[in-house]
């Protein structure tokens, strides 16, 4: 598959991997997803790759220091930031999109993942979680062995929701939003 290139193109290693695209700021909650995978390997479970996408921030070097402590660095790798058309093949090649974050709007990030046919991780009750339905992996993000079993659910699930998720992404299309909104504005008018 044309995808697997994208792995020594950013230097990726062929484990499951957990893509985490833009989680260089502190509202992203990496720091959740870490102290999650400290526990997998913990508790002996799959070997996974963290891919933290985007700039160098100082949230960034904060959750890196996290990395470190939790003897967690040869399972993270920062490309920085991709090529926007690298992205799908990216989200095709992970195992799983964490989205943890404190808070989001609508959550693109997760039908982003669910169009690639790719898993996702949210909060429970959270918009993220909403936004993916029955077909997303839930968790408490305070609790890393809740984080943990989440992922590990996903590298045991592998592809087996795949075109599950893609089809609950279709429907989430620009012109249904545009149509909308120009409802919307049609009715304040």
Same mark, same amino acid.
């Given at each position: 598959?044309?995808?697997?290139?994208?792995?020594?193109?950013?230097?990726?290693?062929?484990?499951?991997?957990?893509?985490?695209?833009?989680?260089? &700021?502190?509202?992203?909650?990496?720091?959740?997803?870490? $102290? *999650?995978?400290?526990?997998?390997?913990?508790?002996?479970?799959?070997?996974?790759?963290?891919?933290?996408?985007?700039?160098?921030?100082?949230?960034? $070097?904060?959750?890196?220091?996290? #990395?470190? &402590?939790?003897?967690? %660095?040869?399972?993270?790798?920062?490309?920085?930031?991709?090529?926007?058309?690298?992205?799908? *093949?990216?989200?095709?090649?992970?195992?799983?999109?964490?989205?943890? !974050?404190? !808070?989001? *709007?609508?959550?693109?990030?997760?039908?982003? %993942?669910?169009?690639? *046919?790719?898993?996702?991780?949210?909060?429970?009750? !959270?918009?993220?979680?909403?936004?993916?339905? !029955?077909?997303?992996?839930?968790?408490?993000?305070?609790?890393?062995?809740?984080?943990?079993?989440?992922?590990?659910?996903?590298?045991?699930?592998?592809?087996? $929701?795949?075109?599950?998720?893609?089809?609950?992404? %279709?429907?989430?299309?620009?012109?249904?939003? #545009?149509?909308?909104?120009?409802?919307?504005? $049609?009715?304040?008018?």
């Amino acid at each position: 598959m044309i995808d697997e290139v994208l792995l020594g193109t950013y230097s990726l290693p062929e484990l499951p991997l957990l893509l985490c695209p833009g989680a260089v &700021r502190a509202k992203k909650n990496l720091a959740a997803l870490l $102290r *999650g995978v400290a526990a997998l390997v913990e508790r002996k479970g799959p070997k996974v790759q963290v891919v933290i996408t985007g700039p160098d921030t100082h949230d960034l $070097r904060t959750d890196l220091g996290l #990395a470190q &402590r939790l003897g967690l %660095a040869r399972f993270i790798s920062t490309p920085g930031t991709i090529d926007p058309v690298h992205l799908p *093949g990216l989200m095709r090649l992970a195992t799983l999109v964490p989205v943890l !974050s404190h !808070s989001e *709007g609508f959550s693109l990030p997760v039908l982003e %993942a669910h169009a690639s *046919g790719t898993a996702t991780l949210t909060p429970s009750g !959270s918009v993220q979680a909403e936004t993916a339905g !029955s077909l997303g992996l839930n968790c408490d993000p305070q609790q890393p062995s809740s984080v943990a079993d989440g992922i590990e659910q996903a590298v045991a699930e592998g592809e087996e $929701r795949h075109q599950d998720l893609i089809a609950h992404a %279709a429907p989430f299309t620009w012109e249904r939003t #545009a149509q909308g909104i120009e409802g919307l504005w $049609r009715t304040l008018a």
